[in-house]
């Protein structure tokens, strides 16, 4: 039988094996589950992981089933809600964990859900956000003060991933060192220097994202293309190197370089994912050198939320400078395409009004 309550939207689908987004009508049941509730999209923003969507690579070949709505950054409304929904009310406005996990497995028994063995991620395991609304676990979502600036309401998940990987270790009155300023990675200089560290050295080889930490008041950028890395870092810091680094970009290359340049008894947070394994000498780069190794996924729950919220509230970040793009949800190969070639920071993405035939 036809369901007649189903709620028309627009949204953004991967329904072809091939490169881009196709931008269609379609349908969600607003009928919530009891303890899941229904959110009308405010603004969503597009992350690495959708480049990879995007781009179809063999990551995301071998991850999603199509056709699937994609997109997991976003905030809304709550418009429905389960039965055992309590802690939440209709109108609330939220921002949401996109890593749903099962709360009952070793590590989410022991509050460590960032690491659950059974996550499921919002628009890659489950229909995403990039739409007019998504259903999601009650669980994951975080009501927001209607008073915070609405643009910054959809980065609050990237910026915990920077947040988690800055955080790990102590940056007060350090030398720290990012490597990679995509969007996360900017984030992470911006943290950073939030956190009061003694010198932020941002290492990026793409000229538009070097200007845009710049811009942010970055006071060490280097071009791995035209400088010796390691000199330049061990110049900047006396010849001792930094003791904290955040690594964002996945490149094998930086990351080996970086073993180089990382003080003895300093920290690494890896969040960055390389394509291939590194070959690593053990002995003399990690322990001789007492180096401290920390692989970042995604947030800690609730702890990262909270102390994001906190940076929020401080002042201290530049998120409005970060986002470099504001587009409607139908442009959204044009967003697939800024990212893939590096000509953007955080991208902002409005939902649109169904279209009527």
Known sequence: MKNTNLLPMMAVVKDKPTTGFSFIKTTIDPTCSPNEVLIEITTASFCGTDTHLYEYDPWAKNR????????????????????????????????????ITCGVCEFCLRN??????????????????????????????????????????????????????????????????????????????????????KKVIAIEVNEYRRQLAKTI??????????????????????????????????????????????????????????SKPIEIDLSNQIIHKGLHLYGVTGRKIPETWNQVMKFIYSQKLHLRQIITHQLPLRDIN??????????????ILFPEEVQHE
Do not use: W
């Open 64 to 99: 999603i089933h199509l056709p699937l709505v994609v997109g997991h950054e976003f905030s809304g409304k709550i418009i429905g809600m389960g039965k055992n929904v309590n802690h939440l009310q209709i109108g609330d406005i939220v921002s949401a964990e996109s890593h």
């Open 112 to 197: 460590e859900e960032h690491i659950c063995e059974n996550t499921k991620i919002i628009g890659v395991d489950t229909q995403g956000c990039f739409a007019n609304y998504i259903k999601i676990p009650a669980k994951n979502c975080y009501p927001l003060p209607k008073e915070l600036d609405p643009l910054l309401l959809s980065v609050l998940e990237p910026l915990g991933n920077a947040v988690h990987t800055m955080m790990h270790f102590d940056c007060k009155n350090k030398d720290v060192a990012i490597i990679g300023c995509g969007p996360i990675g900017i984030m992470g200089v911006d943290v950073a220097l939030a956190l009061g560290a």
């Open 217 to 274: 008041g970055t006071p060490v950028l280097i071009n791995p293309l035209e400088e010796d890395v390691v000199k330049r870092v061990l110049e900047e810091t006396n010849g001792k190197g930094v003791d904290v680094i955040g690594e964002f970009s996945g490149n094998i290359g930086a990351i080996t370089q970086a073993f180089q340049y990382v003080k003895n008894g300093g920290g690494m947070s890896l969040l960055g994912l390389p």
């Open 334 to 347: 044009h967003a697939g395409e800024l990212m893939k070639k590096g000509q953007c920071g955080k991208i």
